[in-house]
């Protein structure tokens, strides 16, 4: 009998690699997954050493600022006592008290600033009793003038005692001024440190995802050519091998889904993590047309070997799973985009105008009428003040307030919006902007202000930095924001501002 022609079996060999090969995929998904994770981690953590130190820079400066605005007010009122006492011009007096009345609060400012700190503490307390002991000199000399004892006075003066607590004073200041000055370039140094850890660490992330993506790629190529080669060796069985190629085809068949499963794997599973990268999507979507291309042959030569579902997971599941991949890819790059912008904001040169409110608001509210009037939504604008702000960060300020309150409205309900000022006498304004929708449960009050933090039902598009963006704006410009609200019953958010940035010592 005329011996039959056999299938080369090593061509076949993808089967038995199947399982190995399985498992090598699993595992770079799992370092995929844990290389991101210590960087997504690393990140974070940097960013918040950053903000810790960015915290202890304007700690410091508030320090400097507030002790040398205590010598340069002592300053004005030894000016207004020397003026009463040269020319008996109660005027004079005016400036001298206006300094006086000033210095306790400045005192508690420093106190405030200073905390539990010992070092600052030491300083505070020398320097209040330096203060009281030049302000009762300046207190009797003026009496004495008043009283006409212009000698004894003048006497006080000449005798130098003021000026060597005054002396004291600025050395004590000047002391407290050298420790600020010391955090802070601790804190810059510190800070430009992390900045330097976190790029090293994204850098080395990116180069060993590159790497975890090669070697996923040289499997599946390895896979597909093993396919390739069996289906070759298919081709060249004779006809009269029927009864042996009925004995192959289950093994063909299953090898076959294998090979797709793991195609499949690589496409989905194993991509997921690695897309966040973004030139990855290109390359997922090459071998996805690389499959579907075998799967043509396959149904062009053997459509018997080709199972139905399989065609659907390659055809439908897969473009589905890449639209997946390019939202993900998105959110991410919109998270960093996000903090980048916080960052780039922190840096940009504020440039204060004059700003009608009333006119700016009103310009917001515009912007939006289409979404505000559904559902028969509308905003009420009082009367309000005018201020000297920097146009932009007042425009981002408002306006994320006025989204949110239209994006968190109750549908069941007509959205009213109510945007009021006034002026609070000095150099301080307040706004308050109040809508009736669904409202911020109290737990959260303090929650929503936090970078990616967000309250309530998570059923609106957005990363949870609108807030916090906003309390950092406010802050920057020198002023504060407070939420009022309970859950179902609308949100209040109060800002309070100098009515010119200008007159803010930065």
Avoid: C
């Amino acid at each position: 009998m005329k011996s039959r022609p056999r299938l080369d079996l090593s061509s076949l060999n993808f089967i038995r690699q199947a399982q190995p090969i399985y498992r090598r995929l699993l595992l770079l998904l799992a370092a995929a997954f844990v290389v991101l994770g210590v960087t997504n981690i690393i990140t974070f953590y940097m960013l918040g050493q950053t903000a810790t130190y960015a915290e202890v820079e304007k700690h410091s400066h508030k320090t400097q600022i507030e002790g040398w605005r205590l010598i340069s007010m002592l300053t004005d009122a030894e000016t207004g006592q020397r003026g009463f006492m040269l020319t008996a011009n109660t005027e004079y007096l005016a400036v001298y008290n206006n300094a006086l009345t000033s210095i306790p609060e400045i005192i508690d400012n420093l106190n405030a600033l200073a905390g539990d700190d010992p070092v600052l503490n030491e300083r505070l307390l020398r320097i209040e009793a330096l203060y009281l002991a030049r302000r009762q000199l300046m207190v009797d000399t003026v009496n004495m003038t008043s009283q006409g004892r212009i000698g004894e006075a003048v006497g006080a003066v000449r005798s130098g005692q003021g000026k060597a607590l005054m002396d004291a004073m600025r050395v004590e200041v000047s002391a407290m001024s050298a420790i600020a000055d010391e955090r802070t370039r601790n804190a810059t140094r510190s800070a430009e440190q992390s900045r330097y850890y976190t790029t090293i660490s994204s850098v080395l992330a990116g180069v060993m995802i590159v790497i975890l993506g090669i070697i996923g790629a040289g499997l599946v190529r390895r896979q597909i050519g093993d396919l390739l080669k069996a289906q070759r060796e298919m081709d060249k069985v004779n006809i009269g091998l029927e009864a042996e190629v009925r004995d192959r085809t289950s093994e063909l068949v299953r090898a076959n889904e294998e090979i797709q499963r793991f195609a499949y794997i690589v496409s989905h599973d194993l991509r997921a993590p690695l897309v966040n990268v973004m030139g990855y999507t290109s390359e997922l979507e090459h071998i996805s047309a690389q499959v579907e291309a075998l799967l043509e042959k396959l149904e062009k030569h053997h459509p018997d070997l080709v199972d139905q579902d399989l065609g659907v997971a390659i055809r439908e599941d897969a473009p589905e799973a890449i639209g997946f991949i390019r939202a993900s890819t998105t959110k991410m790059d919109g998270l960093i985009k996000a903090i980048l912008r916080l960052s780039r904001d922190g840096r940009r040169e504020l440039s204060p105008v004059q700003l009608d409110m009333h006119d700016v608001v009103q310009g917001l509210v515009d912007a939006v009428a289409h979404p505000l009037s559904e559902g028969d939504g509308r905003a009420e604008i009082g009367d309000l003040p005018t201020i000297t702000h920097d146009r932009l960060a007042i425009e981002q300020i408002f306006g994320n307030l006025i989204d949110n309150a239209i994006k968190y409205r109750k549908p069941e309900q007509s959205l009213l919006l109510a945007i009021k000022g006034w002026d609070l006498g000095g150099n301080e304004v307040e706004f308050e902007i109040a809508d009736n929708g669904r409202g911020i449960a109290e737990k959260d009050h303090e929650r929503v202000f936090e970078l990616f933090r967000r309250s309530g039902r998570q059923d609106q598009p957005g990363e949870g930095l609108g807030l916090a963006f906003v309390r950092n704006s406010v802050r920057r410009l020198g002023g504060s924001i407070d939420v009022e609200s309970r859950l179902g019953e609308g949100t209040t958010f109060r800002i309070r501002l100098p009515k010119s940035f200008a007159q803010r010592i930065v």
